[in-house]
């Protein structure tokens, strides 16, 4: 245990993760979304440090044929997710622009962490959208005949 904790704080030295200055509590930009069809989760890229920083969730993965969507959920304009507290945030597309939409995420650098099983190859996602009404967002995946998508639990909430 003592050895893989000195191990991890050498690699946050050397990342410059952790050292005497306070850390930035803001989130960060995500550069890239993939959801994973075998794995049900969506891993986003973020636009932080050496850029190999990835914030993940689990998704429920569904083709969209087999669903009826009752409501339409709103786009999102931006994602950001944040390591210290553990979330992805959306800005949505709504009323007065001031709603969002946030989830729980794991938030890791692939080089500091072990390996999950076996290799899969998440797909692309794009149209990220979420709804007030049901609690979720979803994204759509580029995948097969385009009717893929990925959703999960989210808060929708207001900003004052």
């Known amino acids: 245990m003592r050895r893989t904790i000195v191990g991890t704080c050498a690699a946050l030295a050397v990342l410059g993760i952790g050292s005497a200055a306070p850390a930035v509590a803001a989130p960060v930009p995500v550069t890239a ?3 994973d069809g075998d ?3 969506c891993t986003a ?3 932080f440090g050496d850029n ?3 914030a993940r ?3 429920s993965i569904f083709h969209q044929a087999n669903r009826s969507a009752s409501r339409a959920p709103v786009p999102a304009t931006s994602l950001n997710c944040d390591g210290d507290n553990g979330t992805c945030v959306a800005d949505l597309m ?3 622009g001031r709603w969002r939409a946030s989830w729980p995420a794991t938030v890791f650098h692939p080089a500091l962490r072990s390996a999950e099983g076996r290799l899969v190859a998440p797909v692309p996602a794009n ?3 979420c709804d007030g009404d049901t609690g979720r967002c979803s994204v759509n995946l580029q995948f097969g005949d385009g009717g893929w998508k990925a959703a999960w639990a ?3 909430y207001h900003q004052p």
């Open 39 to 41: 794995t049900y989760k």
């Open 127 to 129: 149209s990220l959208n």
């Open 33 to 35: 979304l993939n959801c």
């Open 57 to 59: 969730w689990d998704a």
């Open 45 to 47: 890229n973020l636009r």
């Open 52 to 54: 190999n920083w990835k």
């Open 154 to 156: 989210a808060t929708i």
């Open 94 to 96: 709504f009323g007065d």
